[in-house]
């Protein structure tokens, strides 16, 4: 006949314990002890940890037993708990690298569709299961979490939408981190570089932010992906940029660009910079 035990788990990020019951089990006490079970962090998704404590449920202190009652669920039930910060809707840039099961080492850029302080929901083209660990950079910042897979779903046409939790709450993950201040202004200027098929093109843009760092461009049609070179030239002043983030189709951001100054000392913009 099995034997119902109870055991307490902690979560490796440091939140709260679970208490587990696993019931009609073959195994000894001290076996039961050594071995790895999976429990859902209602913080950081699934994980797998060897108990911390445990005994036979007929064992386990009575006064114990009704104060944590409440706690000890069947595997993989665990109550909902509130989030560490409210989400927000946001379309930030971001990379999205790791290893899973299904895909192997695996590097995608995407972008959040909502965010806080403890984690962000993401859209995927790779395959992950929960409980795995994720990397997500911020392109903006260059800033990196190390995350864990809190959850995985599919919208309503089929895509993968992934939600992430940062190891602890990181309030200011997704705010810009601007080395300078930057000025609002329109000014035209042109864009020169490569398109998707390796074709030359010159295009005319305006530029709505800038720095001595980097611009905003608006008007943007033939940059198809980050990382690619391009020159703006306004009147006989020209600089090299990379492009760093393009705004999808549909979000407030359709149709710009964030680029870098590769040439930062040049000020092509006829304007005095701060």
Do not use: K
């Given at each position: 006949m099995g034997i119902d035990y109870i055991v307490r788990l902690k979560c490796p990020y440091g939140d709260?314990?679970?208490?587990?019951?696993?019931?009609?089990?073959?195994?000894?006490?001290?076996?039961?002890?050594?071995?790895?079970?999976?429990?859902?962090?209602?913080?950081?998704?699934?994980?797998?940890?060897?108990?911390?404590e445990g005994n036979q449920k007929?064992?386990?202190?009575?006064?114990?037993l009704h104060s944590q009652r409440t706690e000890a669920k069947a595997v993989g039930r665990v109550a909902p708990q509130q989030r560490s910060s409210k989400r927000i809707s946001l379309h930030v840039p971001v990379a999205v690298y790791g290893w899973s099961q299904d895909e192997g080492s695996f590097y995608e850029d995407t972008a959040t569709f909502l965010v806080n302080a403890g984690g962000a929901l993401v859209g995927l083209k790779s395959r992950v299961a929960l409980g795995e660990t994720i990397f997500i950079l911020n392109k903006s910042t260059q800033q990196e979490q190390k995350c864990r897979v809190a959850c995985v779903e599919r919208d309503v046409y089929g895509r993968l939408r992934v939600g992430a939790s940062f190891k602890s709450p990181v309030p200011h993950f997704w705010k810009p981190n601007r080395r300078e201040s930057r000025i609002s202004k329109k000014i035209r200027g042109n864009v020169l570089g490569t398109d998707r098929h390796g074709h030359p093109f010159v295009q005319t843009t305006?530029?709505?932010?800038?720095?001595?760092?980097?611009?905003?461009?608006?008007?943007?049609?033939?940059l198809t992906r980050p990382g690619e070179i391009i020159k703006v030239k306004r009147h006989l002043r020209s600089a090299d940029f990379r492009v760093v983030w393009i705004g999808e189709m549909g979000s407030p951001q359709a149709g710009q660009a964030g680029v870098l100054a590769l040439e930062p000392k040049k000020n092509i913009w006829g304007v005095t910079l701060p």
């Open positions: 709260q314990d679970q208490l587990l019951m696993l019931e009609n089990r073959e195994e000894t006490l001290n076996q039961i002890l050594e071995m790895p079970w999976d429990f859902e962090c209602p913080i950081h998704g699934v994980q797998r940890e060897i108990p911390v007929t064992v386990w202190s009575g006064s114990r305006y530029v709505v932010d800038i720095s001595r760092h980097g611009a905003c461009l608006e008007g943007i049609g033939y």
